[in-house]
T-cell receptor
Framework: QKEVEQNSGPLSVPEGAIASLNCTYS??????FFWYRQYSGKSPELIMS????GDKEDGRFTAQLNKASQYVSLLIRDSQPSDSATYLC???????????FGKGTLLTVNP | NAGVTQTPKFQVLKTGQSMTLQCAQD?????MYWYRQDPGMGLRLIYY???????DKGEVPNGYNVSRLNKREFSLRLESAAPSQTSVYFC??????????????FGPGTRLTVL
């Protein structure tokens, strides 16, 4: 089983819709969870961090964490064409400084 | 505040040549990392430095060496480049306070081609 799994996509949504990106992880000891956005040809950019079960909202972005189900998701409300990018899920096991990344989900928002 | 900077941005090498990729951060972070990113493989950790004076191997360290020159700088060296090392290389740093200690911030990347 891969440590961090994401659907590679592409996920295509119309402008204004809600985009839902999902990530599962295998290590129950994981403690910190991150979402990065990566535009084509650019470096990953941290957009959300979540550390406890439940929802965390920041503007149009909501991260959701369910440790019992080993599942973390990112919702993007009112999706814009500028949100078109690859979204990377990353997990930290807490005992060291390293992050384990999923391979990313490509999101396309159609005008 | 430049964040994480990397040089060079692009590089073409011939097989067997050596080079050093430079990385610096101005966020006073303790930890620094080198990743490579290849199509279909995602981000893979090459080496990391948890704090000044320490370095450790990551997932794919073969063919690379690193130096944590000081708290700000962390370099990656390819001693004898191979075509399999053609990739995009990212440096990152982390070390904020509280829960944000593990939030990693990335440099712009170096696109390396080995012929």
């Amino acid at each position: 089983q891969k440590e961090v799994e994401q659907n590679s996509g592409p996920l295509s949504v119309p402008e204004g819709a809600i985009a839902s990106l999902n990530c599962t992880y295998s290590d129950r000891g994981s403690q910190s969870f991150f979402w990065y956005r990566q535009y084509s040809g650019k470096s990953p950019e941290l957009i959300m961090s979540i550390y406890s079960n439940g929802d965390k909202e920041d503007g149009r972005f909501t991260a959701q964490l369910n440790k019992a189900s080993q599942y973390v998701s990112l919702l993007i409300r009112d999706s814009q064409p500028s949100d078109s990018a690859t979204y990377l899920c990353a997990v930290n096991k807490g005992s060291n400084y390293k992050l384990t990344f999923g391979k990313g989900t490509l999101l396309t928002v159609n005008p | 505040n430049a964040g994480v900077t990397q040089t060079p941005k692009f590089q073409v090498l011939k097989t067997g040549q050596s080079m050093t990729l430079q990385c610096a951060q101005d966020m006073n972070h303790n930890s620094m990392y080198w990743y490579r990113q290849d199509p279909g493989m995602g981000l893979r950790l090459i080496y990391y430095s948890a704090s000044e004076g320490t370095t450790d191997k990551g997932e794919v360290p073969n063919g690379y060496n690193v130096s944590r020159l000081n708290k700000r700088e962390f370099s990656l060296r390819l001693e004898s480049a191979a075509p399999s090392q053609t990739s995009v290389y990212f440096c990152a740093s982390s070390g904020g306070t509280g829960n944000s200690y593990n939030e990693q911030f990335f440099g712009p990347g170096t696109r390396l081609t080995v012929l």
